[in-house]
């Protein structure tokens, strides 16, 4: 449903949900999907029969060849309870329900410091809020919108941090950065977890119109939050000057929880082989009709939600079509036993930052 699909065009290299949603739908009204669709049924298990078929919680709902696990990563809101918030006069939402709110001419309050926050600053940049703050614990990598330096950031073929990652995270800092290079993390790499892609970021913070604070979150107050500002380098909970932060709304920029893959057969599971340790990341090694296609991601660098969807897709339909092309469960092993050695020197686990080239290198 992304760009493998050769009637699928997008106006631009990020096309906004409006778009996405028609595409979507002129498909599936073109393929006639509504008769071969249920909603509202909650998956509880899958199992296989005597003849290796999948049933999906009981056999009345079919027998099937193949599974694509598509829940993806993202799921219920987190919302943890902070201190003081029956205090606050303001209006309190997450960072997943803001459409269709208003603010215009109010000050914003971003808690969190993840690509949430960054998104809900483009909501009140978009909706003209006179000031908006976000209150991070740490510092975290951002990269600029731009294919070019996104592809030459992906063409690490290691799939993790090396002893040259200081030059592209020297010249992020100096030519990106600037002014602001105080932002940049510096006691993490940017090849150890998913940089925010964000070129405007930095220009609402140079304007005046955003700040963006390092520290702990304290309690909420009538007015605002209250907020221990740290230094960089200070850990979380370390020392720093304590202030108030007033604003109109509170954004909760705090995550989602990630949906579960429990009604996949126990033996998914089993250590040392058990998300996101599959092969090729999405297949189990006890089932190779199974493909859970983008939800055991962690960490990654130019390759969410993009074309290796499609690929996925494909080599899963390979494996149902022709039986000579399906690895056995020993082979599959094997693969990522062998990416864990080449990958042994990464800061994170093998399969927990991949980025571009590493993918093309796996298929």
């Not at 028609?22 to 199992?47: A, C, M, P």
């Not at 105080?182 to 700040?211: C, H, Q, Y």
């Not at 108030?244 to 929880?257: P, R």
Request: aromatic fraction near 14%; include cysteine; hydrophobic fraction near 35%.
């Amino acid at each position: 449903m992304y760009r493998f699909h050769p009637s699928v065009h997008w106006s631009g290299g990020y096309p906004n949900r409006q778009q996405i949603v028609s595409q979507i739908t002129e498909l599936w009204k073109r393929y006639g999907l509504e008769s071969k669709t249920k909603f509202d049924t909650r998956v509880e298990n899958v199992y296989k029969d005597e003849k290796g078929r999948w049933i999906i919680n009981n056999t009345s709902e079919g027998r099937y060849d193949g599974i694509i696990a598509a829940v993806g990563t993202c799921g219920d809101a987190k919302m943890p309870h902070i201190p003081g918030v029956d205090k606050f006069k303001g209006e309190v939402y997450h960072s997943s329900d803001l459409t269709g709110k208003q603010a215009k001419g109010k000050s914003m309050i971003i808690i969190g410091g993840g690509a949430s926050a960054v998104e809900a600053l483009e909501f009140a940049s978009h909706e003209e809020a006179d000031k908006t703050y976000i209150l991070a614990r740490s510092d975290k990598w951002i990269i600029p919108r731009n294919p070019v330096v996104d592809v030459l950031l992906s063409f690490n073929v290691f799939g993790g941090e090396t002893f040259i990652s200081w030059i592209p995270e020297f010249f992020l800092r100096k030519f990106f950065y600037r002014d602001l290079e105080d932002l940049a993390p510096t006691e993490k790499g940017l090849f150890t977890g998913t940089p925010m892609v964000n070129s405007d970021v930095m220009d609402k913070i140079r304007s005046g119109k955003a700040e963006w604070l390092r520290g702990d979150i304290k309690g909420f107050t009538e007015d605002g939050i209250k907020f221990n500002c740290r230094g960089k380098g200070v850990p979380a909970g370390g020392p720093g000057r304590e202030v108030v932060i007033k604003g109109d709304i509170v954004v909760m920029a705090t995550g989602l929880e990630r949906p579960t893959l429990n009604f996949l057969p126990e033996d998914s599971f089993g250590e040392p082989y058990n998300p996101p340790n599959w092969y090729l990341q999405t297949f189990p090694p006890q089932h190779v009709s199974v493909c859970a296609n983008n939800c055991t991601y962690v960490n990654a660098i130019g390759s969410v939600g993009n074309w290796h969807i499609g690929i996925y897709t494909r080599i899963l339909l390979m494996f149902l079509s022709d039986p000579l092309t399906r690895p056995r469960t020993f082979w599959m092993e094997r693969w990522i036993d062998m990416t864990r050695v080449l990958k042994k020197f990464a800061p994170t686990g093998a399969f927990d930052f991949l980025t571009y080239l590493e993918l093309i290198w796996w298929f």
